[in-house]
Structure formats: C-alpha cells, structure tokens
C-alpha cells in the first residue's frame, strides 16, 4: 500500500471508529463486537506506526496521551463557570419561580429539569470541531488543564459531527459500578477507599500521568454553553441541549421541559424516589429557564444565575466497606 492509499485508509478507519465509539459510548447502542472494533483499531494502530505523520491529535489512537505532566496549567475561563443557588424545600422552588415570574415581568414561565450528577464540573473547548482543551471549574474564572486526562474519556468525542468553535460545560463523573470495581480493587491491596464515586472522580482527574486516568471508566454529560458565536445559539436551552447532543456530546436524557413550578416539582418527587436505579450518583436537580432571551432579563447575582436553582436531595445512602465490614452512612 503506497502513502496515499495509506492516507485514504486511516481517515475511513478513523471515521469508522469514531462512529464505532459514539454508538458505543455516548447512545449506548454498539452495532459491532468488540472484536471487530479491536481489528480496526489495531489496523489504525500499525498503519500509524508505518506512517507517523497519519497519527493526528483527533485520531482515536491518541486518546491516552504522552507522559506525566510535573503540574498542571492554570486556564482562564473566557466565560466565567457560574455556581448555582440551592433550594432545598417547594417553598424555595416556589419562590424562585415567584421572583422569575416579577423578574421577568411574565405569568408563566417554561422551565427545563435536569439530573444534578454528583461529580466534577468541567469546561470543554472544540475549535473547527476539534477537542483543544478541558479544564476543571477552579473558583469559576480560572481552573486548570487536564486536556489529557478528560481525552480518556471514552463518551467525549475528540472531533464533534460539525466543525465547530464552542465551549461546552458538563460533569465528569465515575458511574456507581466503576466506583465499586476501583475500591474493592482498592481493598484487596489495603489501599484507602476512596468514600464516594465524586471523590473518585476528582481523585482520577488530578491524576498528573493519563496513564492512570486511563484506567478509571469516567464518564460526562454536558448540559450547558460557555464562549459561543451567540448566532449559532438557538432561541432556548431545550433546544441548545438537543444541539449538543447534534454535535455528538453526551447530554444526559432524564431531562424533562415544563410549563409549572408544580410540575417541576413533580419531576423532583419523581427522582427523589428513582435516585438509587441509576448507574451514578445526584445530588439533585436543577431547574433552568428555558428561554435564553427572559434569561437575559434576569441577569445574574455574584457568582449565580438568577435563571437558574439546585434543588438538593439529602447525602444518598452510600453503603461503604470499611476493612471488609459495610457501614452506613
Ligand atoms: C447553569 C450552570 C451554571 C451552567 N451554566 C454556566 O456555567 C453559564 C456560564 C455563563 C453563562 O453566560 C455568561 C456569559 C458571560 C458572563 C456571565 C455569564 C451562561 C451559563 C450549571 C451549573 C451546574 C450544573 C449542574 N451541576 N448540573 C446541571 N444539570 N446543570 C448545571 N448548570
């Protein structure tokens, strides 16, 4: 095989894979067996080797990057990540929706309910629609650089569907499962536990060699926007969701757009009870409103959007084995 077809081979492996790994990682729904997915990757693989200019930073080759970082840089947020005001009872929730209501200068207000996963926030930059950065919150102007570390997250595309320059906001987090495999491995060798799967997170994250960010199955969903071309924004936020989501971005699909506190309310009952079924932990939910311009009336506080609230469940029950006996806490 000469350079070029050489050239023409790698691009459709890498396609190829990268569809494989969207299937697979972010819609949960693979149409290949691991095996076939692990033939392409190694024919990706070898032809890299015999020609290194074929192996590009957005080939799937590359997602465990090169070696340990000594620390790591600090990033300037070019939109601040802001933090959110907590409500913890339906009189808050009614409130919120009272003072959006005077706010606003409106009498019905659609709101959009999303899970609140309990991990890391974190900010990701595509420029052309390439992956070029991710960096944690930090105090919400500066964070820091764990590029290499969120790449080995399987379910965060290294190149969107579309070219396009955004920035994205979403929580990296370690599903219940992987958090169980890490701390019984953990027991086996009498290492400290880690005591909850956000802590887990955290812990892999700020990992300086990607080698052992690798080896910890994070996960993400992104729900919001930073720096952005405002033109290519859509009118409202269940609409910007349905677009990341467009882009091949992980948006988590327990969201529900409402038209009443009160059926905010109901989604919250609904999750208080449904919390333990799913694959990762929430600390609650959090209530947006859903049109960009009424978001633009109500502005912002300090640090927080007045368009936006957490509603906070109480610690979830994590059973933790201590020294192989399971306490309750
Ligand atoms: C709403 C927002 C705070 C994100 N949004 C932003 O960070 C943000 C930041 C500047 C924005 O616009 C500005 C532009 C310039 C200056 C100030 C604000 C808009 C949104 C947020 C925070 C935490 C969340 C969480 N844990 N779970 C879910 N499901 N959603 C969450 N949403």
């Known amino acids: 095989m ?11 492996l890498r396609e190829q894979i990268e569809e494989h790994n969207y299937r697979y990682f972010v819609l949960d729904d693979p149409i290949i067996s691991d095996t076939e ?19 590009t ?22 939109v601040p990540m802001l933090s959110l005001g ?16 005077r706010m606003g200068g409106v009498d019905q207000v659609r709101y959009v309910c999303e899970l609140k996963i309990d991990g890391l926030a974190v900010s990701l930059r595509y420029e052309n629609g390439v992956f070029v950065q991710g960096a944690t919150r930090g105090d919400g102007q500066t964070g820091e650089d764990i590029t290499q570390n969120l790449r080995t997250i399987r379910s965060l595309p290294l190149r969107l569907r579309e070219p396009v320059t955004v920035e994205v906001r979403g929580e ?18 009498g290492e400290p536990l880690f005591a ?21 199955a994070l996960d993400i969903f992104l729900y919001g926007v930073g ?60 209530i947006k409103v859903d049109d960009l311009a009424l978001r633009e009336r109500l502005g912002m506080t300090a640090k927080s959007p007045r368009w936006a609230i957490a509603y906070k469940f109480p610690a979830e029950e994590a059973v933790t084995i201590l020294r192989g006996i399971e306490v309750r806490v």
Request: net charge negative; aromatic share 8%.
């Open 57 to 78: 930073p957005d080939s799937p080759t590359q997602r465990v990057g090169g070696e340990p970082l000594p620390f790591f840089e600090k990033v300037e947020h070019r």
């Open 172 to 189: 990296a987090f370690m599903p219940k499962r992987e958090f169980r495999r890490i701390n019984e491995e953990k027991e086996r060798r």
């Open 227 to 286: 720096a952005v071309d405002e033109a290519l924004l859509p009118p409202t936020h269940t609409e910007t969701l349905e677009w990341l989501s467009r882009l091949g971005l992980k948006v988590n699909p327990q969201r529900r757009t409402v038209d009443s506190i009160e059926e905010v309310m109901a989604f919250v009952e609904e999750w208080r009870e449904k919390r333990p079924e799913l694959d990762y932990e929430i600390d609650g939910i959090v």
């Open 37 to 55: 997915y692990d033939r392409l990757m190694q024919e990706l693989i070898r032809l890299e080797e015999q020609y290194p200019e074929l192996k």
């Open 196 to 216: 909850n799967p956000r802590n887990a997170a955290a812990g892999s994250l700020r990992q300086l060699d990607p080698k052992l960010a690798a080896d910890r």
């Open 2 to 12: 000469d350079r070029q077809e050489a050239a023409r081979r790698a691009q459709s």
């Open 86 to 101: 907590n409500a913890f009872n339906e009189e808050d929730l009614r409130e919120f929706d009272e003072r959006t209501k």
